[in-house]
């Protein structure tokens, strides 16, 4: 991480934390605006997070009341991460573009920066040119005003989280949690945001995406469920899990179980069952010193090589070279 200099609004520990400006922008969805200070303020002082204005004065929420940031717009010049929370901000939300003041702001970002959004603050990033040809997402409500104003963008709203790199967006409200989580997790490990998951009381990772919030009939009501088998399947992921035998374990036809497992994660029942083998096998990696062959099999994944494939289609990178990162962090 580059070190560099700070103004009286920045501490002087920057060169052991990493420095996170949250931009406010009228009209401010608060609740978004207040959850990286609540999240990364949790990791162990490995981050600061300042908020900071167009010009420092209040900034008016959408909830009747006004938040004053701590700095100004300097603070993203000193940036190691950019955060914009959700925003009815009119020139991004209503015309594709930035104001000459906020743009003005913008340019001072420093090349390298991770830019961040957290629901509707990507149409800021969209009129600043930052997702033009990347994936990204935004609050499903508002996806058909997205892509009307930003086409060039490869708009997903089925998921919570989009990370391509030194971008990254995320969907509604409290998606933003979970994306602030999944950077803690990427640049110090699955324990820490593990961590500070429990003490924020949520989930450190929440099953499905996006898909499974967005409005649609309400179906008839059953008493069936998947959420037992789910839980069996957490304990058991060494056995075959296949859908016919997730379905036995459920009492539902493949067919049945297929379709409730989707409405209720938002994904196929396979896919779930690779994400949660492969979550287990990255915190094997990071707290135990098994070999590769034993994480493998103790997550289920059968055999190193099928442990090292889903590593580098999933994370990018091996078992080892995952360990030797996470383990010591």
């Not at 922008?25 to 608060?30: C, H």
């Not at 209503?94 to 001072?108: I, K, N």
Request: aromatic share 6%.
């Amino acid at each position: 991480m580059t070190t560099i200099g700070r103004n009286a609004n920045i501490c002087q520990n920057h060169a052991m934390t990493h420095y996170v400006a949250v931009l406010v922008l009228e009209q401010l969805i608060g609740f978004d605006a207040t959850i990286p200070s609540l999240v990364f303020g949790q990791a162990d002082d490995r981050y600061e997070v300042v908020t900071c204005g167009l010009t420092g004065a209040p900034v008016e929420c959408t909830g009747g009341y006004a938040m004053t940031p701590q700095a100004g717009p300097e603070a993203l010049a000193e940036a190691d991460t950019v955060i914009v929370p959700g925003t009815r901000y009119p020139a991004a939300r209503e015309r594709g573009e930035l104001t000459p003041e906020l743009a003005e702001a913008w340019s001072t970002i420093r090349p390298g920066t991770r830019i961040v959004s957290i629901c509707t603050g990507a149409f800021v990033l969209g009129a600043a040119g930052v997702l033009d040809g990347r994936p990204a997402t935004t609050h499903w409500a508002k996806a058909d005003d997205f892509r009307r104003l930003y086409p060039s963008v490869l708009l997903d709203e089925s998921v919570l989280f989009v990370d391509d790199g030194d971008v990254l967006t995320s969907a509604g409200l409290a998606s933003g949690i979970d994306l602030c989580l999944h950077m803690i997790r990427a640049d110090h490990g699955t324990m820490l945001a593990n961590a500070v998951a429990k003490y924020c009381v949520v989930p450190p990772w929440r099953e499905g995406g996006q898909a499974q919030f967005i409005e649609r009939a309400v179906p008839e009501p059953r008493d069936e469920s998947t959420s037992t088998t789910r839980q069996w399947a957490l304990a058991n992921l060494t056995e075959p899990l296949s859908v016919q035998q997730l379905a036995g374990h459920a009492r539902m036809s493949v067919r049945t179980f297929n379709r409730r497992f989707r409405e209720e994660t938002g994904l196929p029942p396979g896919d779930w069952v690779r994400q949660q083998r492969l979550a287990a096998a990255r915190e094997l990696l990071e707290s135990q010193d098994f070999s590769v062959d034993e994480v493998a099999r103790r997550a289920g994944l059968g055999t190193a090589a099928n442990l090292r494939h889903h590593m580098r289609r999933g994370l990018g990178m091996s078992p080892l070279h995952y360990r030797k990162t996470f383990q010591g962090t």
